[in-house]
């Protein structure tokens, strides 16, 4: 099978053990990545920082990045993907646990499909403890159906993509759009006709609690998705009755 990277990045509100049994979980798989790429994005507190340090000599394919300021999750992924060594990327946020089989999963499918561009799956969110599983993010399977699906809401669950890190970067790299990067990511890919594909299986167990759930309202957020929206109407991927029921 292809040679692939993990890129991650770990914050100074991130939690020690969570960030630990994250990329714990992206190392102890049935099938192993030749390289993880960690940015530390902007300064951290002592326990973090020291969790960060321990990682690196438990796990001989870390490499660490620093940056003295913080960033922004785009930029941090960009910097990560900037220096990966194969074409083959997964990306994994800092408090989830993937499944074990998840890299095999999705390698099979770009092994057998060389025309695929990003592979992703579904998720399930859990409160403290992964067995306390309270929702199921259901995705699209097929190319057709997700770029049908796009038109209306983001078609992937960003933690557990795997892509291909030259497609990616001909249509500009993972760009900053507030809490939308991932969505305005998928929306230049299909203008440039690449192919998408999600497993129908849960790949990441994705920690959630009351704060997940304001990040994802507000009026910020509120702003941003109207902003991408508009952005498919002026790009003609909608129409503008589909932009103003989006609204």
Known sequence: MEKFSVCMSVYKNDMPDYFLQAIRSIYNQTIRPNEIILVVDGP???????????????????????FKENKGH???????????????VALMDSDDISVPER???QLELFYNNSD????????NEFIDNPENIISTR?????????????????????VTVMMRKKDVLSVGGIK???CEEDYYLWIRLM??????YNIQ?????VRVGKDTYKRRGGLKYFKSELALQRYMYNERIITYREYFINR
């Open 201 to 205: 299986e849960n790949l990441v167990n």
């Open 176 to 178: 900053d759009w507030y």
């Open 74 to 88: 785009a930029v941090a992924r960009q910097m990560a993907l900037d220096n990966t060594h194969n074409d083959l």
């Open 103 to 105: 890299f095999e999963k």
């Open 44 to 66: 951290v507190g002592k326990d973090l920082k020291s969790s960060i340090e321990l990682i690196q000599n438990e796990i001989p394919i870390l490499k660490v990045i620093w």
């Open 191 to 196: 203008q440039a006709g690449y192919k998408f």
């Open 138 to 158: 259901n995705v699209p399977n097929t190319d057709d159906d997700i770029k049908s699906y796009l038109r209306s809401r983001c078609p992937f669950n960003f």
């Open 116 to 123: 695929l561009s990003v592979v992703g799956g579904l998720i």
